[in-house]
């Protein structure tokens, strides 16, 4: 699966209009859901925490056509703990913002 890269309130105002409320709502839920993510891989070492959080991160991503995002996540995924790795999730999230 592929997502041509666009911002994310481009892909929120294509789905529910520039200037709804909902898209707020939207944008802020999924910045505060992966920031969450992103801070419980941060906070752990063990391969199976960092593993769930990053394929939870991963589908987010998705759900919302973040590929960059997207991509960072599953590379974490396949890897485990790794300060490199979490630095490029960090760094595809502020991509995001």
């Not at 041509?4 to 909902?22: F, M, N, Q, R």
């Not at 939870?56 to 485990?80: I, N, T, V, W």
């Amino acid at each position: 699966m592929s997502f041509e890269p666009a911002t994310l309130d481009h892909l929120l105002a294509e789905a529910v209009g520039a200037d709804s409320a909902v898209a707020s709502e939207l944008r802020a839920l999924f910045l505060a859901s992966a920031t969450m993510h992103v801070a419980a891989l941060s906070q752990t070492q063990a391969v199976s925490v960092w593993r769930e959080e990053a394929l939870k991160l991963q589908g987010l991503a998705a759900s919302f056509g973040m590929s960059m995002l997207m991509d960072a996540a599953a590379r974490a995924a396949q890897a485990g703990p790794d300060p490199l790795l979490l630095d490029l999730v960090a760094d595809a999230l502020a991509a995001c913002r």
